[in-house]
């Protein structure tokens, strides 16, 4: 298998390489990076937000929405969604035949249960929102808002980490710490090993509902020197590393067989004007907030 070599400059990235169904997966690409895995991170109920590296949520775990190429909010585990015309009830659809690494199949009560116990960066806005999650059926998921919330989707399915979800049973079964310690999620890679401060190894999971992952093996190998992180992709030792700059990025752009790419970065960017939720402040009004937009060039 022909891996080519890449350097990202800039935030992390994520991308998802796939082949038809019919390719078995095949090799291994070796990432090196450049921040410390935290076990945290195998869990979307402790998403910190935008510094979580979301290559290893996108690796190991699935999200209801995410962002995809060309678009902020992709349906993945649920298919479609409908919102009601007063705009506080969000109606889900489970993809069928959707599977977890251990073979439980997805179902609404994975939904509530990822709720639930979610406590990541977005817990109170979303909590202080949301007045219950239904499971009508097994691939049906309702959202009651306790007020109209435009901004729903975009806490729920972006940086928040609410919209990931884990499987109910084996979560219960192995605890909160058994669950960092062997994940289990429903995306195109399944957690093998992890050494803190060393690496993290995953394999491909045959039974990905999208595609079949093209490279069999995924390596992130912690490397914090962005001197050490080039050294080691020269020698072959790195398939892809994250953040060269400068000086260092003008001398790879020189470097035969070595491609900088920066990194783009698919999440919707916004204003948050806190005190449009008190009544009193002029920030409440609509007309005010949009014309505060208007007035914006961009």
Wanted: hydrophobic fraction near 45%.
């Amino acid at each position: 298998m022909r891996l080519v070599r890449v350097v990202a400059c800039g935030l992390l990235a994520v991308f998802v390489v796939a082949a038809p169904a019919a390719a078995a997966p095949e090799g291994q690409m070796t990432w090196g990076v450049h921040v410390s895995l935290s076990p945290t991170w195998f869990d979307p109920a402790e998403t910190q937000g935008i510094i979580t590296p979301f290559m290893v949520l996108y690796a190991i775990h699935d999200a209801m929405a995410k962002a995809m190429p060309g678009s902020a909010a992709a349906p993945s585990l649920a298919e479609s969604w409908q919102v009601s015309p007063d705009g506080r009830v969000y109606d889900f659809t489970l993809r069928k035949g959707v599977k977890f690494h251990n073979g439980d199949p997805l179902t609404s009560e994975d939904v509530k249960f990822s709720f639930d116990r979610y406590k990541g960066a977005a817990f109170k806005t979303l909590k202080d929102r949301v007045a219950a999650v239904e499971t009508p059926d097994l691939l049906h998921v309702r959202f009651r808002l306790k007020n109209p919330w435009p901004d729903f989707m975009t806490f729920y399915t972006a940086a928040s980490g609410a919209g990931w979800i884990v499987p109910k049973k084996y979560v219960e079964k192995v605890g909160d710490e058994g669950f960092k310690k062997a994940p289990i999620g429903a995306g195109p890679y399944k957690f093998v090993s992890f050494a803190p401060g060393v690496e993290l190894v995953m394999e491909a999971f045959d039974g990905y509902w999208r595609k079949t992952p093209n490279v069999k093996r995924l390596v992130f190998k912690v490397i914090g020197d962005e001197t050490t992180r080039l050294a080691a992709l020269k020698r072959g030792e790195i398939d892809i590393v994250y953040s060269i700059r400068g000086e260092l990025a003008e001398e790879l752009q020189k470097t035969p067989g070595l491609t900088l790419k920066p990194a783009v970065i698919q999440a919707p960017q916004w204003v948050s004007m806190l005190d449009q939720w008190d009544p009193k402040s002029p920030w409440h009004d609509r007309r005010v907030r949009l014309a505060a937009n208007l007035a914006i060039d961009g």
